[in-house]
C-alpha cells in the first residue's frame, strides 16, 4: 500500500495531483567520513580555549594556537601522517595549578677549532655553528639564537644565569613536560655539552571541559596529548558516553607512548576501554602527543571500519635505535596487555604491527579478547549506522504494523 504524506486525504476539489517519496532512493550502505579530533593546549594564537576549528595546515595551526604549542604540534604531526584528513582542533588552557618543567644546557670552551654545537629537542635537531676561539658564553648566545630561530618547539628558551649555558623551559605547565627528550653533542674541539633532564612538570591541563565542548560534535576519533589516569578516565566516560544506545555517536580514542613495555601496560590496564587504543613507539623522541597525533591519523584515514592497520606507515615519527626497538616476545606482551606496538619496517618506516584496544577483562576480572581489535568496535558502530539510516529513511512515521514489522526485518537481514 502506497501511503500518502502532503496530500490531504479530505481535499474533494477534482485534479492531479503528485509528490515524491524518496524512501527507496538508497539501496546501498551509507558513507563512513572520517573526522578527527585533536584536543591539546594553546600558547599565544588567535583562538579562544574551548573553541573548536578546522584545521587544514601547519600555518594555520600555528596562528590559531601559538608556534610550538602542543596543540600546533599534534596538528603538524597528524596532518603529516595524513595529508587528506579531515582535522579539528580544540584548545585547552594550562591548568591554574600547572607548573611547567624546564632543564639546564650548561657549555664550556673556549674552542680550539670550528665544529657545530648540536641540540636535539624532542624530534628536532637544533644546529648552532662554533667559531675557534669562541668562549662559553659566545656559544650560549649562537645557541639561544638557533632555538629561537626554530620556533615551532615543545620548549621556551633563555640565557642561564652566567650566560654559560641556557635554560629550556616547557611552553605549557603539566607533567607532559618531564617527558621531552633532550640531548646534545659538538664536534668542536675544546666545547663541552652537558644536557639536563626536563624536571618540575606538575598538573596537566584537564580535558573534560573540552570532551563536554564537543559532545555533540560526532568526531569519529579522538586523539589526546597524555596518557595520565586522569586524561584516559575522561576519555573513556565521553566514548562511553557519546557512544551509548541513545546517543549512538560511536568513536575511538587515541594516545601514544614511548616509555617502557611495563608501565605502558600498567596504564593500559588502568583504561580497560574497547574504544581506546595506545600505540607504543619505543624508544622514541618524539612527544606522547605527536605519537597519539600521527597514530590517530593513519585510523582516521581507513572509512572501511573493518580492515586491519597492520603495516600501515605512520610517516613523521622517528626511526629509533635498534637497542630500544621492541622484539617479538615484547610486542605478544604488549598485545596480550592492551598496548598496541608500532614498529620500525623495511626501508625505516614506523608502521603499525597491530591496532589494539586497552580492553583485556570484563568487568568481573574474566580476560575477554572480544573487543581486542579496535577494528570490532568501529565495525559495531558503523553496522548500528547502517541499520538506524536503513528504518530511518524507510519507516519515518510508520505505524507498527505487522506488515511494516515484516518490512523492517526484511531490510535488516
Same mark, same amino acid.
Given at each position: ?112 677549532? &670550528? ?24 656559544? &650560549? ?23 654559560? *649555558? ?58 589526546? =596529548? ?16 557519546? *557512544? ?11 594516545? *601514544? ?43 582516521? &584515514? ?5 580492515? =586491519? ?31 598496541? =606496538? ?72
Amino acid at each position: 500500500m502506497i501511503e500518502i504524506e502532503t496530500i490531504p486525504g479530505s481535499t474533494r476539489k477534482p485534479g492531479v495531483y503528485a509528490e515524491f517519496n524518496t524512501r527507496m532512493a538508497m539501496r546501498s550502505l551509507p558513507g563512513n567520513p572520517q573526522r578527527m579530533l585533536i584536543i591539546a593546549p594553546l600558547s599565544n594564537g588567535q583562538a579562544k580555549a574551548l573553541e573548536l576549528h578546522d584545521v587544514f595546515s601547519d600555518d594555520e595551526a600555528a596562528v590559531l594556537f601559538g608556534s610550538g604549542s602542543l596543540a600546533h604540534i599534534m596538528s603538524v604531526s597528524a596532518l603529516k601522517a595524513n595529508r587528506y584528513l579531515q582535522l579539528q582542533v580544540i584548545g585547552l588552557a594550562d591548568a591554574d595549578a600547572g607548573k611547567a618543567a624546564s632543564a639546564s644546557i650548561s657549555l664550556t670552551g673556549p674552542a680550539t677549532q &670550528s665544529g657545530t654545537l648540536t641540540l636535539w629537542v624532542a624530534n628536532t635537531r637544533i644546529d648552532a655553528p662554533v667559531q675557534s676561539g669562541d668562549t662559553a658564553q659566545v656559544i &650560549s648566545r649562537s645557541l639561544l639564537d638557533a632555538i629561537l630561530r626554530k620556533g615551532a618547539l615543545p620548549v621556551t628558551a633563555q640565557m642561564a644565569t652566567g650566560d654559560s *649555558g641556557v635554560t629550556l623551559t616547557a611552553r605549557h605547565g603539566g607533567t607532559w613536560g618531564n617527558d621531552i627528550r633532550l640531548s646534545g653533542r659538538t664536534t668542536a674541539p675544546g666545547v663541552t655539552v652537558s644536557v639536563g633532564a626536563m624536571t618540575g612538570g606538575e598538573n596537566n591541563a584537564d580535558v573534560k571541559q573540552a570532551l563536554t565542548a564537543v559532545f555533540a560534535a560526532g568526531h569519529k576519533v579522538v586523539a589526546v =596529548p597524555w596518557t595520565d589516569e586522569t586524561t584516559l578516565r575522561a576519555l573513556r566516560e565521553h566514548l562511553a558516553a557519546t *557512544g551509548d544506545a541513545m546517543e549512538k555517536r560511536g568513536a575511538v580514542g587515541v594516545a *601514544g607512548w614511548h616509555g617502557t613495555l611495563a608501565t605502558g601496560t600498567t596504564i593500559a590496564g588502568k583504561s580497560n576501554d574497547g574504544r581506546t587504543t595506545i600505540g607504543w613507539h619505543p624508544g622514541s623522541v618524539c612527544l606522547q602527543a605527536e605519537i597519539a597525533a600521527g597514530y590517530a591519523a593513519v585510523i582516521a &584515514s581507513e572509512e572501511d571500519p573493518a580492515r =586491519p592497520y597492520n603495516g600501515l606507515e605512520i610517516v613523521g615519527l622517528d626511526v629509533t635505535p635498534l637497542t630500544s626497538r621492541a622484539g617479538r616476545r615484547e610486542q605478544e606482551n604488549a598485545l596480550h596487555n592492551g598496548l598496541a =606496538p608500532l614498529e620500525v619496517g623495511p626501508g625505516d618506516k614506523v608502521q603499525i604491527v597491530r591496532a589494539i584496544s586497552t580492553y583485556t577483562r570484563s568487568d568481573n576480572g574474566t580476560d575477554d579478547p572480544a573487543l581486542l581489535d579496535i577494528t570490532t568496535m568501529r565495525t559495531l558502530d558503523y553496522a548500528r549506522k547502517a541499520w538506524c539510516d536503513r528504518i530511518a529513511l524507510r519507516y519515518p512515521r510508520d505505524k507498527a504494523t505487522e506488515r511494516n514489522r515484516k518490512g523492517v526485518r526484511s531490510e535488516l537481514l
